[in-house]
């Protein structure tokens, strides 16, 4: 009975975990127009600034990945909380001690970096969790983030609208609160069994994953449909505002909302489908189906405020059903390899970031967005690359 309450306690943690993370991971797609409009930052410069916050990611994604393999899935939590609360509420507090404003940016990178660290840890504790159905589960568990992340920008937005962009971070604080108490009274499955086979996180360092050429392959794929979906998280706000003048604090918040409410829709079903089609195969089709929507979105101009949400629906496989195959493959040393896949497809996302606020720049700020077409176009290449190669087992590690 005690080990089956623990057990309901971590799965209340790993869910509400992911639904935090969707409340913040999102609230950019409101803040960023606003922070652009109150520095009065070029493109380029904008370009740069989502770059610098996802290196942060990846950065810290990978100093996660150190912290897992040498002490656990649980410190890996509790670091990421910390580094949160403390982002969270230094946005606010820079400017009410008189530092210049624009060190609330770097009080961001806190937050982003928590997000590395709170990334790591969930899917690692995931992996340790899910062992049947793991592309079902997997799906349940970014269902919680779609959730949070279909929330978000509204809340953000009249937030915004009423109090000024600092406030969202600084109202998000007790939420952070409520999962992070409860993760340092839990027993994580690390501290039932010291073995490391038993715990599936110190079979393997960190270093040894990234010799794996799967690993790189698998982080590729990845790297790609993660650019994608924060494309139209970080950039579709701005795409509608400079090119169709549209509002970010009512449409563009809007179309985030509505985005996630596609996202998260697929996440609470489409995990059935994928079990009876295929990883593989999802990918593919999911792939083709944003292509798709894409396109149509683009064509109509500021009609596709309308249309292009309901990529949203197809994005939502991407990021489940790649790590159920890594999962899959590594089998017990998942953990530890699912957090370097995350690390290498972190840094891809941050240089497609750049890139894309660079085409802005460069051929206008109608292009960046739609260069989205483009990189699924380079997902399908990877995807083929990736059905190769799976075709050839994985020698574990001792």
């Not at 290196?55 to 040498?70: P, Q, T």
């Not at 995931?126 to 269902?143: E, I």
């Amino acid at each position: 009975m005690a080990k089956l309450s623990r057990s309901v306690l971590l799965y209340l943690i790993l869910f509400g975990t992911m639904f935090f993370l969707g409340c913040i991971d999102n609230i950019k797609g409101v803040s960023y127009p606003l922070i652009k409009a109150e520095f009065n930052i070029p493109y380029e410069q904008q370009g740069m600034m989502v770059s610098i916050f996802s290196l942060a990611f990846v950065v810290f994604c990978f100093v996660g990945g150190m912290i897992l393999g040498s002490f656990g899935v649980k410190k890996t939590f509790l670091a990421g909380f910390v580094f949160m609360i403390t982002g969270l509420v230094s946005v606010f507090a820079f400017p009410l001690l008189g530092l210049p404003r624009i060190l609330s940016l770097a009080a961001l990178f806190f937050v982003s970096a928590a997000l590395g660290l709170l990334e790591v840890g969930s899917n690692a504790l995931a992996a340790q969790v899910f062992t049947t159905r793991v592309a079902l589960l997997m799906s349940l568990l970014h269902f919680f983030y779609g959730a949070g992340s279909s929330l978000s920008p509204r809340f953000s937005g009249a937030i915004a609208s009423g109090l000024g962009w600092r406030y969202i971070y600084l109202l998000s604080l007790p939420l952070a609160l409520i999962f992070f108490v409860p993760s340092i009274f839990a027993r994580f499955p690390q501290e039932d069994n010291s073995s490391s086979a038993a715990g599936g996180t110190r079979r393997v360092r960190f270093f040894t994953a990234l010799k794996n050429p799967m690993v790189w392959v698998i982080s590729v794929v990845m790297g790609l449909m993660v650019g994608i979906e924060v494309s139209s998280i970080n950039w579709a706000g701005l795409y509608f505002q400079d090119v169709y003048n549209l509002d970010p604090k009512t449409s563009g918040a809007a179309f985030i909302s509505n985005f996630f409410i596609f996202f998260t829709v697929s996440r609470l079903l489409s995990g059935f489908a994928i079990e009876k089609i295929g990883y593989l195969r999802s990918l593919f089709i999911a792939t083709l189906a944003a292509i798709l929507v894409f396109t149509i979105g683009f064509t109509i101009g500021a009609k596709g405020i309308h249309v292009l949400p309901a990529v949203g629906f197809f994005i939502a496989v991407f990021w489940p059903t790649t790590l159920a195959i890594g999962m899959g493959y590594f089998k017990e040393d998942a953990p530890v390899m699912t957090s370097a896949i995350i690390v290498l497809s972190g840094a891809l996302n941050s240089v497609m970031q750049f890139l894309i606020g660079l085409t802005n720049r460069v051929v206008g700020p109608a292009w960046g967005y739609r260069s989205c077409v483009v990189y699924a176009l380079g997902i399908i290449a990877a995807l083929v690359v990736l059905n190769k190669r799976l075709r050839h087992p994985y020698k574990e590690v001792c």
